[in-house]
């Protein structure tokens, strides 16, 4: 399996204040990305980076904001969070080359109240 | 616009049987089309890819089909058993450009072996 560890599993919040999400890859992949997960959704694209310091937008990145400081760490943060945040949320990690094949992490169990 | 469709959210088969899960999509510039699996509680895990200059792909009891021109793929489970219970998400990607924004997913099919 890959190297994929995301923290942490599970997190309940109050809405208005900000969390972080992580993502931490042992691969030396270059390209990471970040999914949600909602019943009658499948999967989305938030936001992705193929590189330190580059990231791009995803087809639902209103109300996130991504880093990438280091190559094993892309984090994930809702600057105030809303209900409509509620989530399954999934790294994901492909390299060297944006490869067909995404390795996916376990998962970030978001409830937002 | 859902570029990846998948048209039935459940999809109930007895064990042993072949089990066929269906995807359309929409964009003629995908390269590659990809099946994942997922188990509760966990993230989705590869299964069988096919290229877009391909029709068929084959891995163990796993089988993909491509039509093209009816922008069409499907997965055959044969024969299907107890653990193949799962959601499966079909995903595609266009490599042209680079790539690097990832899969496009439908919004998967639970796959239900009745015993």
């Known amino acids: 399996d890959a190297g994929i560890t995301q923290s942490p599993r599970h997190k309940v919040t109050e809405t208005g204040t900000p969390v972080t999400l992580r993502c931490h890859q042992t691969?030396?992949?270059?390209?990471m990305y970040w999914y949600r997960q909602d019943p009658g959704h499948g999967l989305r694209l938030i936001h992705y980076s193929y590189g330190v310091k580059d990231t791009d937008k995803g087809e639902v990145s209103d109300g996130y904001s991504v880093s990438r400081s280091k190559t094993e760490d892309f984090l994930l943060t809702l600057e105030s969070a809303t209900s409509s945040q509620t989530s399954v949320y999934f790294c994901?990690?492909?390299?060297?080359?944006?490869?067909?094949?995404?390795?996916f992490g376990s998962g970030t169990q978001l409830s937002v109240l | 616009d859902q570029q990846v469709k998948q048209n039935s959210p459940s999809l109930s088969v007895q064990e042993g049987r072949i089990s066929i899960l269906n995807c359309d999509y929409t964009?003629?510039?995908?390269?590659?089309f990809l099946w994942y699996k997922k188990y509760p509680a966990e993230g989705p895990t590869f299964l069988i890819s096919?290229?877009?200059?391909?029709d068929k792909n084959e891995d163990g009891r796993f089988t993909v089909f491509l039509n093209k021109s009816a922008k069409h793929l499907s997965l055959h489970i044969v024969p299907s058993q107890p653990g193949d219970s799962a959601v499966y998400f079909c995903?595609?990607?266009?490599?042209?450009?680079?790539?690097?924004?990832?899969?496009?997913f439908g919004k998967g099919t639970h796959l239900i072996i009745q015993p």
């Open positions: 691969e030396n992949h270059r390209y």
């Open positions: 964009n003629s510039m995908f390269d590659y």
């Open positions: 096919i290229s877009s200059i391909k």
């Open positions: 995903a595609a990607i266009t490599l042209r450009g680079g790539g690097a924004d990832g899969l496009t």
């Open positions: 994901a990690i492909s390299g060297p080359t944006p490869n067909e094949k995404l390795f």
